[in-house]
């Protein structure tokens, strides 16, 4: 289990730098075990909530608030299928990336951001000389035809905004486990 | 894959309900028994057409951090160095992308400190630098896909 501080609501940004953060959920103990308990997946029986709290030794009452309040204060996304892109038929996937002014990036990136095929939309540092882009938009397709036409589709939103862009393909998945925190 | 199962993934991308008798209520939503519904997510997964079924946790809410990094890997050290990253715990993801920056990778930490001291460690055992690419501002995250 990792310490305690790993959870308190200290506001500390990422790096010393980045958007202001919100201030953090404070979660205790049996939040961190009913996180724990789920986020390998819901338990596929009729009453899963009920077999978690028998699991957890609380009332299926106390995991369902419990449950609601995380949804609420942002701590879970969602709650659903996360379905594996690739078996989905979406083999190609493309990192857009967009040079545009930082006067504009936030009108620019919530533009971008409200395309149907963006599936991720962020405004990220430049590293010059070596990488000049300052906007990422994430976009899938079923080949690369496709992701090419959604590009040229942000590029056309972008118009004269747009400085220099790129678009990285991935060629290969070296590894792909997301995080899991301790128990 | 048939119909069913897209119909499926279509509609418990998210809003999944918390309730006594979520699958049943879901069910009744698809016009199907929920003894079907907990088959097919069942099966879903073991056929890898799902990798989760369930609540997806934002760490940054809980305290952690995530940040994308990348590494300009010479063509010949590449392979010695996607076992290097990939060994760290704190690498959540990692692709091979075609660009000077071709290793890119996903450092997800419980807590914001472990950022720079996982970039210290890849630095160390790999001699390259790490650019870190933290988001500055999110203005749009939804990984939905139509089935």
């Given at each position: 289990m990792p310490d305690a501080a790993a959870l308190s609501p200290n506001p500390s940004p990422a790096g010393g730098r980045g958007e202001p953060r919100e201030p953090l959920a404070r979660l205790d103990e049996l939040d961190r075990r009913l996180i724990v308990a789920t986020q390998g997946g819901?338990?596929?029986?009729?009453?899963p909530y009920q077999a978690l709290a028998e699991q957890l030794g609380l009332a299926a009452e106390e995991v369902m608030a419990r449950l609601r309040h995380l949804l609420e204060i942002g701590v879970i996304r969602r709650i659903g299928a996360v379905p594996n892109h690739y078996a989905l038929g979406y083999t190609a996937n493309g990192m857009s990336v967009w040079d545009v002014a930082d006067e504009r990036i936030d009108a620019l990136g919530e533009a971008v951001g409200r395309l149907p095929f963006v599936t991720h939309c962020y405004h990220r540092p430049r590293a010059l000389p070596l990488w000049p882009y300052n906007l990422f938009a994430m976009v899938h397709g079923k080949g690369r035809e496709e992701v090419e036409a959604q590009v040229k589709q942000i590029g056309a939103l972008l118009g004269a905004d747009c400085r220099a862009h790129d678009v990285l393909y991935s060629s290969r998945i070296l590894k792909k486990t997301g995080l899991r925190i301790g128990s | 894959m048939d119909e069913t199962d897209r119909r499926i993934i279509n509609a418990l991308q998210g809003g999944f309900p918390i309730c006594d008798d979520p699958y049943r209520e879901v069910a009744d939503k698809l016009g199907l028994s929920e003894t079907e519904l907990i088959a097919r997510l069942q099966r879903l997964l073991e056929e890898k057409t799902l990798t989760r079924f369930g609540p997806m946790y934002q760490v940054e809410r809980m305290g952690g951090a995530f940040v994308l990094a990348a590494l300009a890997v010479p063509e010949a050290e590449y392979e010695c160095v996607a076992e290097t990253v990939n060994?760290?715990?704190?690498?959540a993801h990692n692709y091979r992308r075609?660009?000077?920056?071709n290793m890119w990778f996903v450092l997800a930490t419980?807590?914001?400190?472990?950022i720079p001291a996982a970039i210290e460690k890849i630095e160390r055992a790999t001699g390259l630098t790490v650019y870190a690419f933290p988001k500055l501002k999110e203005y749009f995250v939804e990984m939905k896909l139509h089935a």
């Open positions: 819901l338990p596929l029986v009729p009453r | 060994g760290l715990p704190e690498v075609e660009h000077a920056l419980e807590t914001p400190e472990g």
